[in-house]
């Protein structure tokens, strides 16, 4: 690489191949650990639950058909609803493990992926392609344009030209029907656009280390002086602050307009009967009951949202700190325990944001779980009318919020890779800064979405 760049070789890429290896082994390790071995156990323990719980159901059942005494019968009801509840304890502890499992292992499969072929991808290049006079550098110091994001948006649209095909392909195939493979096709070629795409960009961002960065000549005062990275993300971040407001206006509409469990109890005449359940319902103790649905939440059901909620502020701060430590001309490394993971400026970068992809990750591991227990306590998008349309809005904006935590992630996987590799510095660490305003975003997202969703 010339031209006031970091010089890259080939050779570099194969480590993202090497990381890419250690996502499948992590991936493995978990599913075995955790969705087979632990899952296992907990199963067998769902199982004998399940005995217990029948043998009660039948003695409750037959001392009412013999017509034992009222004692009695009260006595072997208690046994009955206890026997029940350890059921569905059983049952959600079984779901928690193996959903665990399977969540970690497909992520860290579609991580290695990632990371993996884009890395693959570049180190079969000749040394001097996409470098010289293309890119962020060149001989003549001056920015070029890029095809990669013509190449993504062309992927993305062959994805969704395919995804009704793709979608029901898959869905045949996890349920055991016989599927037409032929129909991944075009989503599969339009994910190998999206590959090779990112691959590009990453080999034209990888060298960059700040200079020429271009700045938006707009004569009003609006983005006049600021990186043009910088102008678009925000504008960027506007539509998103409008898509999310549509879930907003959803859910609000609903639980002011629609009557609910909480409006019943709380002695609104204009509330003839419960409509609806909600998210809350199902997660908050002593939620709502209808019908034998809700009504199994406690502190442990809301312990995950609770727990995503910190882990995300969490991560807000530790992108910060690399950003801060990335900025600091003259940084010295702490002392004591930190001192020996951060010995110098360049690791002290990369276990900062190492520290942030992991609470990102365990974000959607919990998110995952959560989800499985309130399938399993039968708040679906497809049950009747007292809980669908409410699990509707709830699935599509906590997914919607869960899918833009993951994209963030496959980004950080990059910049954990330059900063392993090239390094960031105060000239270069404008990278980490764009990616942290997406990062507050979803994490201020998340703010609004937890008190609204599983609170109230």
């Not at 003839?272 to 809350?280: K, P």
């Not at 809700?294 to 502190?299: I, L, P, S």
């Not at 995950?304 to 991560?315: C, K, Q, V």
């Not at 990750?361 to 809980?387: C, D, R, Y």
Request: glycine share 12%; charged share 15%.
């Amino acid at each position: 690489m010339s031209g006031g760049e970091a010089h890259v070789e080939n050779s570099i890429w194969m480590r993202a191949v090497l990381f890419g290896g250690v996502f499948v082994a992590i991936g493995l390790l978990a599913f075995a650990t955790m969705g087979v071995g632990i899952a296992n156990v907990k199963h067998v323990a769902y199982e004998d639950a399940i005995h217990e719980y029948e043998d009660a159901k039948y003695a409750y059942e037959n001392a009412k058909a013999n017509n034992a005494s009222d004692a009695e019968i009260a006595t072997l009801k208690a046994t009955k609803e206890e026997a029940h509840h350890h059921e569905v304890e059983a049952h959600l502890s079984y779901l928690t493990w193996r959903t665990a499992g399977i969540t970690i292992l497909l992520m860290c499969f579609t991580y290695a992926s990632f990371i993996g072929l884009g890395g693959f991808l570049n180190s079969v290049f000749p040394d001097d392609h996409g470098h010289g006079d293309h890119g962020y550098g060149g001989d003549d110091h001056e920015h070029h344009g890029s095809g990669s994001p013509i190449v993504f948006s062309l992927g993305i649209m062959l994805f969704l030209m395919g995804f009704p095909s793709f979608q029901a392909t898959l869905g045949n195939m996890l349920s055991g029907v016989d599927a037409n493979l032929g129909d991944l096709g075009l989503s599969m070629v339009g994910l190998l656009f999206v590959t090779a795409g990112v691959a590009n960009w990453w080999r034209e961002d990888l060298p960059f280390i700040g200079n020429n960065e271009q700045i938006a000549t707009e004569t009003d005062e609006w983005f006049a002086g600021e990186h043009i990275r910088k102008a678009g993300l925000w504008v960027f971040i506007m539509s998103e602050v409008m898509v999310f407001a549509t879930f907003f206006s959803s859910y609000l509409r609903m639980r002011t307009e629609w009557c609910t469990e909480w409006q019943v109890r709380d002695g609104n005449e204009n509330c003839a009967a419960v409509d609806t359940l909600t998210a809350s319902d199902f997660l908050r103790p002593n939620g709502g009951t209808l019908d034998g649905l809700g009504g199994q939440g406690d502190f442990m059901t809301l312990l995950p949202g609770a727990i995503n909620t910190f882990a995300l502020i969490i991560s807000s701060y530790t992108i910060v700190l690399a950003l801060k430590t990335a900025k600091s001309k003259d940084w010295q490394a702490p002392t004591g325990v930190l001192g020996k993971i951060m010995p110098t400026k360049k690791a002290a970068i990369r276990n900062y944001l190492i520290a942030t992809f992991l609470l990102g990750s365990m974000f959607i591991v919990l998110k995952l779980v959560e989800w499985s227990h309130l399938v399993a306590e039968g708040f679906t998008i497809g049950a009747a009318g007292t809980t669908g349309q409410a699990a509707s809005i709830f699935y599509v904006a906590t997914g919607a919020h869960g899918l833009h935590v993951f994209i963030g992630l496959l980004v950080m996987l990059y910049l954990i890779f330059k900063a392993d590799t090239v390094g960031y510095d105060e000239k270069n660490g404008q990278g980490i800064e764009y990616f942290g305003l997406y990062w507050h975003f979803v994490d201020l997202a998340w703010v609004v979405i937890f008190p609204a969703f599983y609170l109230y």
